[in-house]
């Protein structure tokens, strides 16, 4: 800002930069009242002093507009300046300031050095090896090591020194994991081969990862060790020989165990003893069994031989006989009727002659066990009548709308009909409905404000033509409501060329259902004092000692180290919903968010999903979004791709909330009613037609239209 408008200083007009030394001025006047010459100094904020170095183009008398000063200025537009006219008091002076001007530069620089070597980070740095350029006074410049960088090489060398990806700690010492015990902080346990230390008290049923990387519940203290190297392949047998002995009845052999082809490995060597024949009648001698020499196998069919009692069964013959059940009487049929042979039976040849005994069927009244049922029988009666049909169908009808509400449905297809929880506008004609209001948090539609509302469904194409239709209302009272008369339905099977009214009951059946109307008015995190106190997580991609990032859940800031992009984000532990937001900058648009992506952490697949994204805003004062729907993840995250003008590198952000839904009980009822549909049109596009009279208000929340 400028200071003064009297001599020595001189402000009149305002001048635009573009980050070069240039500056141009609307309604100067430089040369022609303020009479600025080179060597006068120039400023913006009274802290950064320049040169001037030329005034005007060089080419122009009397330029009023341009000048040049001894280095870069930050750009701007529409800015108010001062010129401290050096030149018109003392050039001495001048020269004394522009030094002062440098000098405090030169602090400005080493300030600026050492606040990017304090936030530096392990791996960062021009030549990212933790190293940042550090000037002294002389000027001379030196890259040194940030606190960051030796802490990692601290926890590197510890790490080789116990084996494994540690930080040392008091550990305490509970054996292999179980998944009933109740684990506390730093308490340590073996699982999978590794060992693992508690992050958090009571921690209860959470097993440690299976891979070689901790998580929100257990750090990894050593790995288990990789897998060893093969050993030597095996010896085997490769063959046996009979290295001694004969064969001979009542003699011992030798066999020897070969590991080769070649019988060069000698893996070993047994003996057998060679029984005498035997005498007995119950041997089976070749000389009785095998006469011919076949020496085959003797339980195979196919050398078997057929005598004339004793017949083998062909393949055909065997398939004949599976077909006959166990314990089934066989003996073949001779005559049926005066009938042999093959006998073919016609109705003409069964009768009803013979007594009841003879048929096996009652004499009189119902069967008894072992007779057979006929139709006269007392017990066949009692089926459903088309009544209890008509009451089953209306009760799926109902069962239906009730599932689409609860499950926040649109438009479901049935066997024979359709339902629709408005979850969304696909089921509705919107282009020729007439005074409809859609709600789309409450998932309902409404007539307009004093109007009477007509609303159409798309139509549905059944798969036979239906010759009557059921149609189910759920439908909630803001006025009260007279059926058939300020509320009406009408259903069509020719796409809606032919109506039939559908009488409208009111079942009885309504019941309370929770409606979402907002969010909640208070954040649903609590006011952080530490990362993880009073509960839940606080992670992030930087942060700073002046600004640590779970300020943002304490009502404070979260300062980025100079980063000018970054996430913060807050784990709930268990699976929460939220439905708003809100963040702000820190003090003005420079320091502030532009643009971010607010995300939900899918556990399943391990990934981030985008629930909200903004661009080109500035979040300064608080800056509120609420979701297009209701979203349930454990860890949220705030994650933000640009800021300030593009180039900052100083980004503050904070405070941020989080709010649960809200929601509302409203009682709703059920409605219902079935209407022949046989004198319409042949067809099968099925539509309904729900109307307003009276200028009645009222909310219809879903409908079910079932045919047959």
């Not at 649903?524 to 992030?540: D, E, F, K, L, Q």
Request: glycine content about 12%.
């Amino acid at each position: 800002m400028a200071f003064t408008t009297t001599p020595p200083w001189y402000s009149d007009g305002t001048i635009t930069t573009d980050g070069t030394s240039k500056v141009v001025g609307t309604g100067t006047l430089w040369t022609d009242v303020g009479q600025i010459a080179v060597g006068d100094l120039f400023t913006l904020d009274g802290a950064s002093f320049y040169q001037i170095q030329t005034v005007g183009d060089g080419t122009t008398a009397g330029n009023n507009t341009i000048l040049t000063v001894d280095r870069a200025i930050p750009a701007g537009t529409a800015q108010a300046y001062s010129i401290l006219q050096n030149s018109q008091i003392n050039p001495v002076n001048s020269g004394i300031a522009y030094k002062v001007s440098a000098m405090v530069q030169s602090w400005q620089g080493r300030e600026d050095e050492l606040r990017a070597w304090l936030a530096g980070t392990a791996g960062g740095g021009v030549n990212s090896d933790g190293m940042y350029p550090m000037t002294d006074a002389t000027g001379v410049t030196y890259q040194v090591k940030c606190p960051a960088q030796m802490q990692a090489d601290v926890d590197a060398a510890v790490a080789q020194i116990l084996g494994g990806n540690v930080t040392v700690k008091s550990m305490n010492h509970r054996g292999a994991y179980l998944a009933a015990t109740t684990y506390a902080k730093d308490d340590a346990v073996t699982s999978g081969g590794r060992y693992f230390i508690s992050r958090r008290a009571n921690s209860t049923g959470h097993t440690p990862p299976s891979s070689s990387t901790g998580d929100a519940w257990w750090g990894l203290v050593a790995d288990r060790g990789g897998q060893g190297p093969q050993g030597p392949a095996g010896n085997s047998v490769d063959h046996i020989t009979r290295t001694a002995g004969t064969g001979a009845a009542g003699t011992t052999d030798t066999y020897t165990l070969w590991g080769d082809v070649a019988e060069t490995i000698n893996m070993g060597t047994f003996q057998t003893y060679n029984g005498s024949d035997g005498t007995g009648t119950g041997d089976m001698l070749a000389a009785t069994y095998d006469p011919a020499g076949v020496a085959a196998d003797a339980f195979n069919m196919a050398n078997m031989v057929e005598s004339a009692t004793n017949k083998i069964l062909t393949a055909t013959e065997r398939t004949k006989l599976a077909g006959i059940a166990p314990g089934a009487d066989v003996s073949p049929v001779t005559s049926v009727a005066g009938k042999t042979g093959n006998v073919t039976l016609s109705v003409a040849n069964i009768t009803d002659a013979g007594t009841a005994a003879t048929h096996n069927v009652p004499a009189a009244g119902d069967a008894a066990p072992g007779e057979v049922v006929l139709g006269s029988d007392s017990r066949l009666g009692g089926g459903a009548s088309q009544s209890d049909l008509d009451r089953l169908s209306a009760n799926v009808a109902l069962n239906a709308i009730r599932i689409a509400v609860n499950g926040n449905l649109s438009t479901q297809r049935m066997v024979d009909g359709i339902v629709d929880e408005y979850g969304d506008e696909t089921g509705v004609d919107t282009a020729n409905a007439v005074n409809q209001v859609y709600d789309s948090m409450g998932h309902s539609y409404s007539p307009a404000t004093g109007l009477n509302l007509t609303l159409y469904s798309v139509a549905t194409t059944a798969v036979a033509q239906p010759s009557s239709a059921t149609l189910t209302v759920l439908e909630e009272d803001v006025d009260p409501v007279t059926l058939n008369t300020d509320l009406m339905a009408a259903v069509s099977r020719d796409g809606g060329a032919t109506w039939t009214n559908v009488p409208l009951v009111d079942k009885g059946v309504g019941a309370n259902y929770a409606v979402l109307s907002g969010s909640a008015a208070t954040t649903a995190i609590p006011t952080m004092t530490n990362y993880t106190t009073p509960s839940g997580i606080v992670t992030y991609s930087a942060d700073h000692s002046i600004g640590p990032a779970w300020h943002a859940f304490a009502g404070s800031y979260w300062y980025l180290g100079g980063a000018a992009t970054g996430w913060i984000a807050y784990d709930f532990g268990t699976p929460t919903e939220i439905y708003s937001y809100d963040l702000a900058g820190y003090s003005s648009a420079y320091y502030s968010a532009t643009s971010w992506t607010f995300d939900g952490w899918d556990a399943v697949t391990s990934s981030w999903v985008t629930l909200d994204t903004v661009t080109g805003a500035y979040a300064l004062s608080r800056y509120s979004r609420t979701l297009s729907a209701v979203a349930k993840y454990s860890k949220y995250r705030l994650n933000i791709t640009g800021s300030g003008n593009g180039t900052n590198a100083n980004l503050y952000m904070g405070p941020i909330h989080m709010y649960a839904p809200a929601y509302t009980t409203v009682t709703k009822r059920i409605l219902q009613g079935t209407a022949d549909i046989t004198a319409q049109p042949a067809g099968t596009a099925m539509k309904y037609r729900l109307t307003t009279a009276n200028a009645k208000n009222l909310k219809l929340h879903g409908t079910s239209l079932g045919w047959k």
